[in-house]
DNA sequence: CGTTGAACCTGTTTGC
DNA sequence: TGCAAACAGGTTCAAC
C-alpha cells in the first residue's frame, strides 16, 4: 500500500489529528517488528508529539524531551561544544515504517480494535494511537536524539526535491536496470512498484533498460513525470489498490489514474497496445512494449550469441 | 557492481 | 465447491 505519495498522505492525516497530544501509556501485542519493544515502552509515555514528518517512507513522530533527557542532552552539547557544533533539530523520535499492509491512525478507546492491531497508545485526549498490519512487513522503532541523524544515514535524494545535475549523476552512471535503481531507496527515498512504473510508462522507458543507457533528454523527461506523478497522487490522497486509506478511513484516488500499474492486458493509453507484465528484479513490471522499447543490450546479444 | 531467489507474514484472488 | 498456487504497495540477505 505504502509508497511516497500514500506516506505524505498519512503523515499529513496525523498532523491535522494528533499534533500535541501526549502519549500516556502504551501497550503492545506482537512485537517481532519493533527494533526494541522495551524501549518504547519505556521511552514513550510522557512524551508529546511536537511534529510528524516523512522521510522516504519513514514517518518520524518527534516527540518532546523529558527532564532527564534535557539534562542529558545539555551535559552531551557541553560535551561536544569543546570539540565540534552541534546538530540542533534533533529530537527523540518514534519511526514507523507501514511496510506493505501497515496503518497508523487515532481511535476512541472504546472503538474495537482490529484483528492486526499490534501497539495501543493511549492519548491525553481518551483517544488511542494505533498500529495495525496484518504482515507485520512494517517497522516501528524508538530513536533517541543523539541517534536520529545516523538513522537517516544512506538514503538517496528526495524524488520531489531533486535537481536534474543531480538526478542525472545518479542513473547516468549506473549499469543497473532503471526500474531498480528507481526502487532502490539508496537512490531516491520513497519511490516504489506503483510510481516506479507509472513514471516510466510515461516517460516511454523501458524498466530493464540499464541506467547508463538513458540519454540526458530521457533522464530529465523521468525526473519531471515522476515529481508530476508524485504530486498530483499525493494530491489525490494516493493510490488506493485493494485497502489503503487516510487517517480519516477515506481511499486515494490515485488508482485512477494508472496508465500502466496493475494494467495487464489492457490498452495502452496512448497506443493502444496490449499492457505486458514482466518480472525486474524480482517485482512486477507494467510496461507498453510499443511505448516502451525493450533494450538491446549486451546481456541479450551475448545470449544470443551462443 | 549487479542480479536472483528466498525469507519475513497474512490475506485475497486465480486456476484447475 | 474445494484446495493449492500465485500474488500483493516493502526490505534484507546469502549466494553467485
Known amino acids: 500500500m505504502p509508497e511516497l505519495p500514500e506516506v505524505e498522505t498519512v503523515a499529513r492525516g496525523l498532523r491535522q489529528s494528533i499534533l500535541g497530544r501526549r502519549i500516556l501509556s502504551i501497550r503492545l501485542g506482537?512485537?517481532?517488528?519493533?527494533?526494541?519493544?522495551a524501549a518504547l515502552e519505556q521511552h514513550l509515555p510522557g512524551r508529546r508529539i511536537d511534529a510528524v514528518e516523512r522521510y522516504g517512507k519513514f514517518m518520524l513522530l518527534r516527540l518532546s524531551?523529558?527532564?532527564?533527557?534535557e539534562l542529558a542532552a545539555e551535559k552531551?552539547?557541553?560535551?561536544?561544544?569543546?570539540?565540534?557544533?552541534v546538530a540542533t533539530t534533533t529530537t527523540p523520535s518514534l519511526l514507523v515504517h507501514l511496510g506493505m499492509t501497515g496503518q497508523l491512525a487515532p481511535a476512541r478507546a472504546e472503538q474495537p480494535h482490529q484483528k492486526h492491531t499490534h501497539?495501543?497508545?493511549?492519548?491525553?485526549?481518551?483517544?488511542?494511537?494505533?498500529?495495525?498490519?496484518?504482515?507485520?512487513?512494517?517497522?516501528?522503532?524508538?530513536?533517541?536524539?543523539?541517534?536520529?541523524?545516523?538513522?537517516?544515514?544512506?538514503?538517496?535524494?528526495?524524488?520531489?526535491?531533486?535537481?536534474?545535475?543531480?538526478?542525472?549523476?545518479?542513473?547516468?552512471?549506473?549499469?543497473?536496470?532503471?526500474?531498480?535503481l528507481l526502487l532502490d531507496q539508496t537512490v531516491?527515498?520513497?519511490?516504489?512498484?506503483?510510481?516506479?512504473?507509472?513514471?516510466?510508462?510515461?516517460?516511454?522507458?523501458?524498466?530493464?533498460?540499464?541506467?547508463?543507457q538513458l540519454n540526458a533528454r530521457q533522464t530529465e523527461t523521468l525526473r519531471k513525470v515522476l515529481q508530476d506523478i508524485l504530486r498530483?497522487?499525493?494530491?489525490?490522497?494516493?493510490?488506493?489498490?485493494s485497502d489503503f486509506v487516510d487517517a480519516d478511513g477515506e481511499p486515494g484516488d490515485y488508482q485512477r489514474h494508472h496508465r500502466a500499474y496493475g494494467r495487464e492486458g489492457k490498452r495502452c493509453y496512448r497506443c493502444k497496445t496490449s499492457i505486458r507484465r514482466t518480472i525486474v528484479n524480482g517485482r512486477s513490471s507494467y510496461f507498453c512494449p510499443k511505448c516502451q522499447p525493450a533494450p538491446r543490450g549486451p546481456r541479450q546479444?551475448?545470449?544470443?550469441s551462443r
Open 30 to 37: 506482537k512485537t517481532d517488528f519493533i527494533d526494541d519493544p
Open 232 to 241: 498530483q497522487a499525493i494530491a489525490m490522497h494516493g493510490s488506493s489498490i
Open 76 to 85: 552531551t552539547a557541553a560535551n561536544e561544544k569543546r570539540t565540534k557544533a
Open 119 to 180: 501497539v495501543w497508545m493511549t492519548l491525553d485526549d481518551g483517544r488511542e494511537l494505533r498500529y495495525t498490519d496484518p504482515r507485520r512487513f512494517g517497522r516501528m522503532a524508538y530513536i533517541a536524539a543523539a541517534s536520529l541523524a545516523g538513522e537517516l544515514t544512506g538514503f538517496g535524494a528526495d524524488p520531489l526535491e531533486v535537481g536534474s545535475e543531480e538526478f542525472a549523476a545518479r542513473i547516468r552512471t549506473r549499469r543497473a536496470r532503471i526500474k531498480s
Open 65 to 69: 524531551e523529558t527532564l532527564s533527557d
Open 301 to 304: 546479444s551475448r545470449r544470443r
Open 188 to 212: 531516491l527515498r520513497g519511490v516504489g512498484n506503483i510510481y516506479a512504473d507509472e513514471s516510466l510508462w510515461r516517460a516511454k522507458i523501458h524498466p530493464a533498460r540499464l541506467g547508463a
